[in-house]
Nanobody
Framework: QVQLVESGGGSVQAGDSLRLSCAAS????????MGWFRQAPGKEREFVAM????????YYSDSVKGRFAVSVDTAKNMVYLQMNGLKPEDTAVYYC???????????????????WGQGTQVTVSS
């Protein structure tokens, strides 16, 4: 079965960097969109970034644009989220997700993704 396993979370200071990893297995992900979402306590899950498995397109939420970068290594079946200039408001559980890509995909909606990882905690203190 499909497995998405996130790693790389931790506790850091404001301004620090972290790189999250998502190990994807269980299917061929060609034609899939790989998303990163986050959920803070008491808040809804929100979109962070998306990359097509081919690596040809990337999208970011306004709150992370210019600070975060998503990438994919298809040879290793890995998806990464490089997070720079972290802020306390970035504190959340971060999830990796996979969904079939199609033209017009609303990549910002969690409902568009069929498979999810268990999440990794990122805590940023001021």
């Amino acid at each position: 079965q499909v497995q998405l396993v996130e790693s790389g979370g931790g506790s850091v200071q404001a301004g620090d960097s972290l790189r999250l990893s998502c190990a994807a297995s269980g299917r061929a992900f060609n034609g899939y969109a790989m998303g990163w979402f986050r959920q803070a306590p008491g808040k809804e899950r929100e979109f962070v970034a998306m990359i097509r498995w081919s690596g040809t397109s990337t999208y970011y939420s306004d709150s992370v644009k210019g600070r975060f970068a998503v990438s994919v290594d298809t040879a290793k079946n890995m998806v990464y989220l490089q997070m720079n200039g972290l802020k306390p408001e970035d504190t959340a559980v971060y999830y990796c997700a996979a969904g079939k890509y199609y033209s017009g995909l609303y990549y910002g909606s969690p409902g568009q993704y069929q498979d999810w990882g268990q999440g990794t905690q990122v805590t940023v203190s001021s």
